[in-house]
């Protein structure tokens, strides 16, 4: 992975990109806010990020940059993964497609995370898409984006 630091107007874009520009990870500060392409902001570049005049710079900043930005979700977080427990059986609506997989809706304030492999490309010659139930087990949390995390996916129903 690659990190950036770009300037735009009175905002900072920070970037965790991999070997193709595509966006895994970003973060938006402005002078009285951040967002984060995490809920419940999901502000992540939907192109290749393209940095020619943009800043380089190394995983310990944008570490630090990103802490910062998801500090305010973590007592919120703490509370909500206690609600989906490694094993548990859980149904949601998928929301959208990330490079990390498919982010499935649990609750108003909980996210999870499927590999996009585990699903069918098509269903009744349809292509998978927003706003289908999914169902899965719950095999522990993805604490970087704040996600549970799921396998043994299914298409409950559309």
Not at 59 to 85: C, G, N, T
Not at 114 to 135: N, T, Y
């Amino acid at each position: 992975m690659e990190y950036i630091k770009s300037f735009f107007e009175d905002e900072i874009y920070y970037f965790e990109v991999d070997d193709q520009q595509i966006a895994y990870r970003q973060i938006v500060v402005t002078d009285t806010d951040s967002k984060v392409s995490i809920a419940p902001d999901f502000m992540l570049a939907e192109t290749e990020v393209e940095y020619e005049s943009d800043e380089k710079i190394g995983v310990v900043e944008f570490e630090i940059a990103w802490e910062s930005a998801i500090s305010k979700y973590r007592k919120q977080w703490d509370y909500y993964k206690q609600r989906y427990l490694p094993g548990d059986s859980v149904t949601g609506v998928l929301r959208m497609f990330y490079p990390q997989g498919c982010i499935i809706q649990l609750d108003e304030h909980t996210y999870a995370i499927a590999d996009r492999a585990m699903l069918p490309e098509q269903i009744d010659g349809l292509p998978l898409g927003i706003g289908i139930v999914i169902a899965g087990k719950v095999s522990g949390y993805d604490e970087q984006n704040l996600w549970v995390q799921l396998d043994q996916c299914t298409v409950d129903h559309i």
